[in-house]
């Protein structure tokens, strides 16, 4: 499902040039929830949003669900994103005037989906991810933990094959934070979602398949957490 190969990444400044990310190679198979950690400034978001196109590599090749990311023009970059890739931030980034129904019916517009079959998708999301009451609620009516479902029932909304998560715990408590976790962990076993999560949460590991650390702009360690399962090898 995911493949990145040699993956460099340099930001200039006006003083140096960064290297953030020094030739990783990570293989991320269909249905896995991988959980990538590592201390601030190691790469980890650097690499999630390379992956999810949302940024471009200096060097190394990647390759997402058959689309070679990191050669497609602004257009099939967008549109990749769109089909293939739902994102989920810490800050939950909805839409304050708009309810819970409208935030997670907002891709189909982009898409030309006509309002009666945004409203039917974005109602079928929000039931599965037990928000069906909190439908006509807006954000500021929403609790840190119903606000994060949104975000993840928007992020499903055009049906991606991939979910990928930037600190999506961070802003919540510790219980409220292990039921987004949970919601993760049962989008991947019902769906076959790829799941890649990055966090600074070691209670991760509890419904992660397998971690991957960062240390420095590589990877310090990439194992499978549980047993019978050999560590997936990120050597290309």
């Keep these: 499902m995911i493949s990145a190969k040699n993956l460099v990444k340099r930001f200039n400044t006006d003083q140096e040039i960064l290297t953030i990310l020094k030739s990783v190679s990570l293989s991320i198979p269909m249905g896995q929830f991988v959980g990538i950690m590592g201390p601030s400034g190691s790469g980890k978001s650097t690499l999630l949003y390379l992956l999810g196109g949302l940024d471009r590599p200096t060097a ?107 600190e999506p715990t961070g802003a919540l408590d510790s219980k409220t934070g292990q039921n987004v976790l949970r919601l993760l962990r049962n989008l991947c076993d019902q769906q076959q979602k790829t799941v890649v999560v990055v966090t600074h949460d070691p209670g991760i590991a509890t419904y992660a398949d397998r971690m991957v650390h960062f240390k420095d702009g590589n990877i310090a360690e990439d194992y499978m957490t549980y047993e019978g399962k050999e560590p997936q090898s990120h050597v290309a």
């Design 60 to 166: 190394g090749s990647i390759n997402v669900a058959g689309n070679a990311v990191s050669n497609l023009s602004s257009d099939a970059l967008a549109a990749f994103r769109s089909k293939t890739v739902g994102f989920v931030f810490q800050a939950f980034h909805l839409i304050p005037t708009l309810t819970a129904l409208e935030n997670v019916a907002l891709p189909g517009i982009f898409r030309g989906v006509p309002r009666s079959q945004r409203n039917t998708r974005a109602m079928q999301i929000l039931t599965a991810v037990g928000l069906a009451n909190r439908a006509n609620h807006r954000p500021s009516q929403l609790s840190g933990g119903q606000q994060q479902r949104v975000a993840i029932a928007r992020a499903l909304f055009n049906e991606p094959p991939i979910l990928m998560c930037d």
